[in-house]
């Protein structure tokens, strides 16, 4: 363990000799990474610092600390650590003091651990208590009282588990691994086509376990699912490299510690390179796993995922992570809450993902991994978007030359995808069956035809934000018929109309309220008869309560093959289950929902953005009449 004084090579000398009985010179330089005369003048200076109360005293070349005026040396000792930043703070306080725990095998009297972080007792005691408070969650305690003296509780397994959950990098910066063994991780792990996060996380395990196995903290028995891991191909590596370690250590380490380090190879992320990835061989039960987790989205959300050629890097990732989940293996996700704010629906569905996972495995998905999750479900819908049966087609219109529809050209070259095919058309060429043709039509003049296609009014240089905004709407031109194509970000305004939404005045919960709606549009034919029936029995499969009072019912109807959106709002939230409710979005999905139907993966995606909006949220469920919703309703792209 490098010293928590950082720098301060004197302090680390003295806090090393003060728990150690005798030590050579050659070890301490070792230790320190310096030469044995630097460690033989700072013994001298230490001495003289020490004026008499306390000598660092050699005898055949091992040299042991002896205190004769314990007060007085405690004075010193903190005067020589005060310079140190480290203990400034009490989270560092908090690691300092856990290394100290975990390392004793004697009661550590808190007046002891206070003047060697040069605190007083009232901060000491402090940090105690927020760190007895963080312990608990891996059944750890701090035992004893500190007038007789404090010991840390718990099982190995779980000391290991807080170390690397949090307190690694306080406690074991620069820890001083044997540059032989630091030789054969890299050897192996270069000849194994590891890559390079595998072989840090690798090491941080390796340094854990030769700490605490060589101070005599074994791990001791495992439960059988980690002797299962001996099965694996790529334990068979780690075996053969940790027998190395105990040839060069003149030790014998035992196979649980050899599951131990194991651990960030059964629990690495997925290989960045296929060939890597596909020498692994698959569990057999992530499959069957993915196909439930794809069932459950479909069931829940009516969205279908199709397989593709992700589809056998997410069943890679699937069994990682089930990996991480069972042996308490650390991932941190640096993207965690850009994937919340930028792919909401993705990281609903990352959390029907984790219901699954808990029904099935009992075992609790983090939200660092709920995060991984979600951008795998972010590719997937990317993927569903980009499938199309023909390249989007875009026809400009202009009327000033062909020069000007050219600067045109290239200006929307630089928003739409390289896919995207662009034909340039003087307006005197043009018709309604030349245009009907295209997906879009942008033009700088009035058009001499009309056309049945979605029409975008544009000037020579324009908005290249607004416009792909524009062109974003367009794409559902075929679903809805968007009365303007308007910079507003919310699709499902087109959805709506004023016999689709309800002001839930008079009913007095939840379900009489959807029984209302439901009857007004059966009664308008937006709907069919059976459509509350359905309801029903999707109610029962699982609640259809979304999270901050917004409750999403949705099934199959048969009036038409569009998709139906209707909004009802309770001025008074109403109670339903554990949820105060104060607005519902009701859809009616189309029999016929295809695979690719990005308009319903909009409107969820709408939705889920409108519940992580309380302001928003509030203004919706305020809104008095429809007129009023669709100002609510309006908000500029990039808003």
Same mark, same amino acid.
């Given at each position: ?451 049945? &296609?979605?029409?975008?009014? /544009?000037?020579? +240089?324009?908005?290249?934000? *607004? =416009? $792909? !905004? #524009? @062109?974003?709407? %367009? ?126 993966? &909009?409107?969820?995606?709408? /939705?889920?953005? +409108?519940?992580?909006?309380? *302001? =928003? $949220? !509030? #203004? @919706?469920?305020? %809104? ?16």
């Amino acid at each position: 363990m490098k010293s928590l004084f950082h720098d301060n090579r004197i302090a680390n000398i003295l806090q090393f000799l003060r728990k150690t009985p005798e030590v050579t010179v050659s070890a301490l330089a070792s230790r320190l990474g310096v030469s044995e005369r630097t460690v033989r003048n700072d013994i001298k200076q230490i001495n003289q610092e020490l004026q008499d109360c306390a000598v660092i005293d050699g005898v055949q070349g091992k040299y042991s600390l002896r205190i004769f005026q314990a007060e007085r040396f405690r004075e010193i000792f903190s005067e020589m650590i005060q310079a140190d930043e480290f203990l400034n703070s009490s989270r560092n306080r908090m690691d300092y003091m856990f290394g100290r725990l975990m390392r004793s095998d004697e009661p550590l009297l808190t007046d002891e651990l206070a003047y060697e972080m040069n605190v007083g007792r009232t901060t000491l005691m402090s940090d105690l208590k927020k760190l007895r408070e963080e312990i608990e969650d891996y059944q750890l305690k701090i035992i004893g009282k500190t007038s007789k003296g404090l010991m840390l509780h718990g099982t190995e397994t779980n000391i290991r588990k807080y170390v690397l959950n949090g307190v690694y990098a306080s406690v074991y910066q620069e820890y001083p691994l044997d540059q032989e063994i630091i030789e054969e991780i890299q050897k192996t792990f270069s000849l194994h086509s590891f890559e390079k996060s595998v072989r840090d996380s690798f090491e941080q395990f390796t340094t854990l376990m030769l700490d605490r196995f060589l101070t005599g903290h074994y791990i001791g028995l495992l439960p059988q699912r980690y002797y299962n891991l001996t099965a694996r191909a790529e334990f068979a590596v780690i075996d053969q490299l940790v027998d190395r370690f105990s040839q060069i250590l003149h030790i014998r380490i035992p196979i649980e510690e050899k599951l131990f380090v194991f651990l960030p190879i059964a629990g690495m992320r997925t290989p960045a390179d296929i060939q890597d990835m596909r020498s692994i061989e698959l569990d057999d039960t992530v499959r069957p796993l993915m196909r439930k987790i794809l069932r459950r989205v479909k069931m829940e959300m009516d969205i279908t995922i199709q397989s593709g050629e992700f589809t056998e890097e997410f069943l890679y990732h699937l069994m990682f992570m089930m990996n991480r989940l069972r042996f308490h293996v650390p991932l941190k996700n640096p993207m965690l809450e850009d994937l919340r704010e930028k792919y909401p629906l993705a990281y609903k569905m990352a959390g029907i993902a984790a219901q699954v996972v808990q029904e099935e495995y009992q075992l609790i998905v983090t939200e660092d991994e709920r995060g991984y999750l979600a951008s795998y479900f972010g590719v997937f819908l990317t993927e569903t978007d980009l499938k199309q049966e023909k390249p989007f087609q875009v026809a400009v219109v202009c009327g000033t030359g062909r020069v000007t529809a050219r600067l045109v050209a290239v200006q929307l070259k630089k928003i739409l995808d390289s896919s995207a095919q662009i034909q340039l058309f003087a307006d005197e060429k043009v018709n309604q069956e030349l245009l009907d043709e295209f997906d879009i039509v942008l033009t700088t003049v009035d058009l001499p035809c009309s056309c049945d &296609r979605p029409i975008i009014r /544009i000037h020579e +240089i324009f908005n290249e934000r *607004e =416009l $792909l !905004h #524009k @062109i974003e709407k %367009a794409r559902y031109w075929d679903q809805i018929k968007v009365p303007v194509l308007d910079n507003n970000w919310f699709v499902m305004s087109a959805l709506l109309d004023e016999s689709r939404f309800f002001v839930l005045k008079e009913p007095d919960n939840y379900q009489s309220a959807i029984d209302y709606m439901v009857n007004s549009l059966i009664a308008s034919g937006q709907v069919d008869d059976r459509f509350a029936e359905r309801l029903r029995e999707r109610e029962q499969k699982g609640t259809m309560v979304f999270d901050h009072s917004v409750a999403i019912p949705h099934s199959i109807q048969y009036a038409s093959d569009k998709l139906m959106l209707s909004i009802g709002v309770f001025p008074q939230a109403v109670q339903y289950g554990d949820h105060d409710i104060r607005v519902i979005f009701l859809i009616g999905l189309p029999s016929q929902v295809e695979a690719d139907d990005n308009l319903l993966i &909009r409107v969820y995606d709408e /939705i889920i953005s +409108i519940t992580k909006d309380e *302001e =928003l $949220l !509030h #203004k @919706i469920a305020s %809104a008095d009449s429809f007129s009023a919703l669709l100002r609510v309703l309006y908000r500029h792209i990039g808003e």
